[in-house]
C-alpha cells in the first residue's frame, strides 16, 4: 500500500482529493494538512510514500515546504497540485524534485493517471535491489503520456515549460526570445514550439522584415 499524505488548505478542493485518491487502488491516505509548517512536522512523523502538496498555503509556500523536505533529505516524493502556473513556480518546483505537476482545475482521469503511474514505478523500486536503464527512464510519471503523444526526444516536463511560457506572453514571441526567457538552448525551444503548433496548441504568424529570413511568431 503507498500511504499518502495531501497538503492543501482549500476544504472543498481537500474532499475533493480525498475522494479521488479513495478511487484508485494500492492508495492510502494517512494524513492531511493545512498548513506548510504543519506539514513538514506531519510528514517528518509519517513518512509517507507520497505527498499531494498545494503551492498556495496560508503561513509558507508549498515551494517552501518542498525545499525544506529536500533539505531535510526525507525519502517522499510529491506531486504538485495548484492553480499556479507561471513559468519561474513550474521551474522551481521540478528543479527541487517535483514528480508530476497537476494544475487546477483537473479532471479525475489526469489525477488518476498521475498516481497510477506513479504506482508502478513505486512498486518497481520497492521490490528490487537493482534497476535497469529503462527502469531509469521510467521514474517520471509522464512517460507513459511521452510513450503514447509526444515525438521522440521530447519531455512532457519541458513541454508543458514552454506552453506555459508561450501562454504567459501578452505579445507572440520568437523562439529566440523565449529561449533567454526559458535559459534553454534556442534549438531546443524551437523543436517544441513547432511540436506545439503543428498539434495546434498555439499559433504561429509569419513576419517578413525587409532583409533577412522572415520571423516565426508564437502565441497562445
Given amino acids: 500500500m503507498i500511504n499518502v499524505v495531501i497538503v492543501e488548505d482549500d476544504p472543498m478542493v481537500m474532499e475533493v482529493n480525498k475522494g479521488f485518491l479513495e478511487e484508485i487502488a494500492s492508495f492510502s491516505l494517512i494524513g492531511s494538512a493545512?498548513?506548510?509548517?504543519?506539514?513538514?512536522?506531519?510528514i517528518e512523523n509519517l513518512r509517507p510514500d507520497l505527498v499531494l502538496l498545494d503551492v498556495y498555503l496560508p503561513d509558507i509556500t508549498g515551494i517552501?515546504?518542498?525545499?525544506?523536505?529536500?533539505?531535510k533529505q526525507l525519502p517522499v516524493?510529491?506531486?504538485?497540485?495548484?492553480?499556479?502556473?507561471?513559468?519561474?513556480?513550474?521551474?522551481?518546483i521540478f528543479r527541487y524534485g517535483a514528480i508530476d505537476y497537476l494544475v487546477k482545475p483537473f479532471h479525475f482521469e489526469r489525477f488518476q493517471q498521475a498516481l497510477t503511474n506513479y504506482a508502478k514505478i513505486w512498486k518497481k523500486f520497492s521490490h528490487y535491489q537493482e534497476v535497469t536503464q529503462?527502469?531509469?527512464?521510467?521514474?517520471?510519471t509522464?512517460?507513459?503520456?511521452?510513450k503514447d503523444i509526444l515525438p521522440k526526444g521530447l519531455s512532457e516536463v519541458t513541454l508543458k515549460q514552454v506552453m506555459l511560457a508561450v501562454s504567459e506572453q501578452i505579445e507572440p514571441v520568437t523562439a529566440e526570445q523565449l529561449a533567454v526567457n526559458l535559459g534553454m538552448a534556442r534549438v531546443t525551444v524551437r523543436r517544441y514550439l513547432d511540436y506545439l503548433e503543428k498539434s495546434k496548441q498555439i499559433n504561429m504568424q509569419v513576419e517578413y522584415g525587409k532583409v533577412g529570413r522572415p520571423s516565426n511568431y508564437y502565441f497562445a
Avoid at 77 to 92: C, E, L, P, S
Avoid at 134 to 140: K, V, Y
Avoid at 142 to 146: G, N, P
Wanted: aromatic share 4%.
Fill in 142 to 146: 509522464q512517460k507513459e503520456i511521452e
Fill in 64 to 71: 517552501e515546504v518542498l525545499y525544506k523536505l529536500r533539505e
Fill in 34 to 42: 493545512v498548513k506548510g509548517k504543519d506539514a513538514i512536522e506531519l
Fill in 77 to 92: 516524493d510529491v506531486i504538485m497540485i495548484t492553480a499556479a502556473k507561471d513559468t519561474n513556480t513550474v521551474q522551481k
Fill in 134 to 140: 529503462a527502469d531509469i527512464d521510467m521514474w517520471s
